[in-house]
């Protein structure tokens, strides 16, 4: 109609270089949107919005080819401007300067937060993207790399906070552990990586435990060898000591509570007050005339020291021409090749004068072992 002048201010459109006046955009936005209500001021922020993404876009471009996708920073630069957009005053100054400062800010909270491989403070985070710009403009201006004084100089930093940026850089994309090492070799970076020791922490108490294990009786050792070494079951164990399990579960918690108390105290305390149990180990031979019958009481472990202590046993026991010779075994813990030869002369000797023998209450891991030598044991 005549006599109405239009009110509406529409966004100017791009100068003759092809660049956008944000800051003529912008004030033309801020007096389109004050009269109109906060629910139909959406349109007129969409045209601003769309009018600077190309400004946004140069802004992220600078970013480029450190590690990130240019299309995430551009995502990126564009939510800074539209928070630059939203939180726009005119009152507060020019709109491209404040645009600018926003968006870059969001693309360094990008690179800050979401691009690390390792936890890097904030402040320093900051500082290696400060000494990265430095750097740069550096090696422009000096036609070569700067030092690390210069860079100080440059952005008013002490030397050790540029140091600790320059190191801590590493941080930002850190090698991969299966990366391969190169050339032909299909070796990987992790296996050129040191490990910590796990076992070197437990020296001390491995050497504590073996001094402590010779303090006590010769069964307890044999019994916490056999369980924790050879893998032996308490039933295993009963078998070849010949008692009950349960004494066997006992004997293994009194051993135990005592290298534990040992393994605390300054001085390892007594066992049993001091009064240490008759070694079982030690070989243990007696002949006795039964009648007209000997009896051999073997006992202990018959190894190459015992074995000749036996072998002379037996030819004695042959010698007197009995009617029968038995070899108790009921306490003997165990036969190394000696023991066995030892009682393969006897038998042999029993042959020759035709006095019978005959082996008896012998332990089952025993009866193996003489079984597989050829000295079958009567059953009991």
Do not use: C
Not at 76 to 101: C, K, M, Q, W
Not at 330 to 346: E, K, P, S, T, Y
């Amino acid at each position: 109609m005549f006599g109405q002048t239009s009110t509406t201010t529409t966004t100017p459109p791009p100068t003759d270089r092809g660049l956008e006046d944000l800051d003529a955009a912008a004030l033309a936005y801020a007096a389109r949107i004050a009269g109109l209500p906060p629910e139909r001021r959406g349109e007129a922020r969409d045209d601003l919005v769309r009018f600077a993404l190309p400004f946004a876009g140069r802004l992220a471009r600078r970013y480029r080819g450190r590690g990130e996708p240019l299309e995430d920073l551009e995502q990126v630069a564009r939510l800074g401007l539209v928070n630059a957009v939203d939180r726009y005053d005119p009152e507060r100054g020019s709109f491209t300067a404040y645009a600018a400062i926003t968006i870059v800010g969001e693309i360094k909270r990008h690179f800050r937060d979401r691009t690390w491989g390792v936890h890097v403070p904030r402040r320093l985070r900051d500082l290696i993207l400060e000494v990265g710009q430095a750097t740069a403009a550096l090696t422009s201006e000096l036609s070569r790399a700067p030092s690390v004084a210069e860079l100080s100089a440059r952005l008013e930093t002490p030397e050790e906070e540029i140091l600790a940026a320059l190191e801590s850089a590493a941080g930002y994309s850190p090698a991969s552990l299966n990366a391969p090492v190169g050339g032909e070799s299909s070796a990987e970076f992790g296996d050129l990586v040191g490990e910590s020791d796990n076992a070197l922490e437990s020296v001390d108490d491995r050497v504590t435990v073996s001094g402590l294990l010779h303090r006590l009786p010769w069964r307890e050792r044999r019994i916490l060898a056999m369980r924790f070494y050879g893998n032996q079951t308490q039933a295993e164990i009963a078998a070849r000591f010949g008692i009950s399990q349960m004494h066997v579960s006992r004997l293994l918690s009194r051993a135990l509570t005592w290298l534990r108390q040992a393994m605390l105290a300054d001085a390892p305390p007594p066992w049993q007050n001091g009064a240490a149990e008759p070694d079982p180990g030690k070989t243990r031979i007696s002949v006795k005339q039964n009648g007209d019958r000997v009896v051999v009481e073997v006992g202990g472990e018959i190894d190459r020291d015992g074995a000749d202590q036996l072998r002379r046993a037996m030819l004695e026991a042959v010698t007197g021409q009995p009617s029968e010779v038995v070899v108790d075994l009921v306490g003997a813990g165990g036969f190394d090749a000696g023991g066995i030869a030892a009682l393969m002369a006897g038998r042999d000797a029993a042959e020759r004068t035709g006095v019978p023998l005959r082996l008896t209450r012998v332990q089952p891991a025993v009866r193996r072992s003489l079984t597989a030598a050829g000295l079958a044991p009567a059953r009991d």
